[in-house]
């Protein structure tokens, strides 16, 4: 079991802490809460998602996923992390970074989504900017990269909060609630500048969708 929550390593190279949350792999045990939480944001993360598969929320299927990334771990292709928040250990969403790419390009892409009873008291805000650091400290990244619909105001809130810069418009890029849409593009560099405090306190404050 050990192996499906910190990855091949048996290190901590896997979890990740931020302010007042903390991020790591899933494992078994965590399939009720995870399920319940899922099922409770059904409505809430549906615009913002591929269509579930209609077994999503099953044991089984929470299994093949722990599995799958597992495997994506030990290949160095991915990171998926639950996300917790620190004073209770209460799930309030999940994040990945993924699509990780090495050689010339040292990039990965970020997605994440957030519980419905959780959504704009800033757990993704600061979420985010743990895993962004992390993949700059112990992913060793050089890019993260991260796509929202142009209509997610609240995610594209989220993203500018973790320096996250626009820089362009996708047509057509993902298959999202069943229909091909257009993105808006998003990525951070280990070199930019970091944010003035002023601005990641008051990200905080903003809901979040995705």
Not at 9 to 35: K, T, Y
Request: hydrophobic share 40%; proline share 5%; aromatic share 10%.
């Amino acid at each position: 079991m050990a192996l499906f929550r910190l990855g091949p390593s048996h290190d901590h190279s896997a979890f990740v802490r931020g302010d007042g949350v903390f991020l790591r792999p899933a494992d078994m045990a965590d399939f009720s809460e995870w399920s319940r939480l899922r099922e409770h944001s059904r409505n809430f993360l549906t615009p913002w998602e591929p269509v579930w598969p209609s077994d999503d929320l099953t044991r089984a299927a929470f299994r093949r996923r722990i599995r799958r990334h597992a495997e994506e771990m030990a290949r160095d292709e991915a990171l998926p992390l639950l996300i917790f928040r620190a004073r209770d250990k209460a799930l309030v969403g999940g994040l990945t970074i993924g699509q990780i790419r090495r050689g010339v390009a040292q990039a990965g892409t970020i997605g994440y989504w957030v519980g419905v009873d959780y959504a704009g008291q800033g757990y993704m805000s600061r979420a985010l900017r743990a895993a962004v650091a992390h993949s700059f400290a112990s992913l060793r990244l050089h890019r993260v990269e991260a796509a929202c619909l142009p209509t997610n105001v609240a995610s594209i809130r989220v993203l500018e909060s973790a320096g996250f810069k626009r820089e362009g418009l996708a047509r057509s890029y993902l298959r999202i609630n069943g229909r091909w849409q257009d993105h808006l593009l998003f990525a951070v560099l280990e070199n930019d500048p970091p944010l003035p405090p002023r601005l990641r306190a008051r990200s905080d404050v903003g809901g979040e969708r995705a």
